[in-house]
């Protein structure tokens, strides 16, 4: 393998690229919505263009930042020990000049919305929620759900690229996307509680224990399934809709059986592979809803 292609392949694990499967359907799913509303579909070629530009580059500033602010505690960590900065494979200066490409270009795609002026307005504090997220565990436990909040922007932020205004379903879809990031990023946090506890950073699993931060997770879930309850009938979607939510559900509950306070082997399973499924079944039973 070539020294780019190797350097790139680095960049490309250094923000878990693979990780944006995560978010990037919620994103088109609420741009979907904003595009087949009762007048009609809207949407140019360029928005939906900007919609993936901006997921892409936004979340590639916010985990490289987050990797280059954590890299002393990652360092410690024998989970993380092996990223990037830590074994020097990237060096911090190198990094700190990726993020602040991947902001740069976050704020040009932006460009691509106008005339509608919104999202150009909103770039530079969205991206600043984004990038505050690092510091968090610093200072609140709290941490896992600035994280939703800060995913349950990509559909809202979609539907006012797309519409330029705001309403009830983009808010309960975003709802449901706070709910579910929070409610995983704290089975995933489980893996570092008792590491979190002995260098003084905050997390609900230190805090509460594992078991409590599965118990809380498991609402967490709970509440997702209520807020796309409400996106379905605020919208109002169908039965296809409807069925995608029931199966949602229950890879819900097959996420949480993989997971026990003593038994945190099957974490990344649940993390990964289940969540993919999830997001990426929602935003295709949400298109087939839409135009059948």
Excluded at 17 to 31: D, E, K, N, Q
């Amino acid at each position: 393998m070539s020294i780019a292609l190797r350097r790139v392949r680095d960049y490309l694990e250094l923000v878990r690229f693979s990780h944006t499967l995560f978010a990037l359907p919620f994103a088109l799913m609420g741009a979907l919505l904003a595009a087949c509303g009762p007048e009609g579909l809207r949407g140019r070629p360029r928005d939906w263009l900007g919609i993936l530009l901006c997921m892409t580059t936004a979340r590639s500033a916010a985990m490289a930042f987050n990797r280059l602010v954590d890299r002393d505690v990652d360092a410690g960590n024998p989970r993380t020990a092996g990223r990037h900065i830590p074994r020097g494979a990237l060096s911090p200066a190198a990094v700190a000049l990726f993020t602040v490409l991947c902001a740069a270009a976050f704020v040009a795609s932006t460009l691509l919305f106008l005339p509608n002026p919104w999202p150009l307005r909103l770039a530079v504090p969205v991206l600043l929620w984004l990038l505050g997220y690092s510091y968090t565990k610093r200072f609140t436990s709290l941490a896992h759900f600035w994280l939703g909040a800060s995913l349950s922007l990509a559909p809202i932020a979609a539907w006012i690229a797309l519409r330029g205004d705001i309403a009830w379903a983009p808010a309960w879809l975003g709802l449901a996307v706070f709910w579910w990031v929070a409610g995983f990023d704290l089975i995933y946090a489980c893996q570092d509680a008792e590491y979190d506890r002995s260098v003084g950073l905050n997390s609900v699993p230190a805090r509460l224990g594992v078991a409590g931060a599965l118990r809380l997770a498991a609402f967490c879930h709970a509440l997702m399934v209520a807020a796309l309850i409400g996106l379905g009938v605020s919208y109002p979607l169908g039965a296809i809709y409807y069925v995608g939510v029931a199966a949602a559900a229950v890879l819900l509950v097959y996420e949480h059986s993989l997971v026990r306070p003593d038994d945190l082997d099957r974490v990344n399973l649940a993390f990964f592979h289940v969540n993919v499924i999830i997001s990426m079944g929602l935003l295709v039973v949400t298109l087939f809803d839409l135009f059948l």
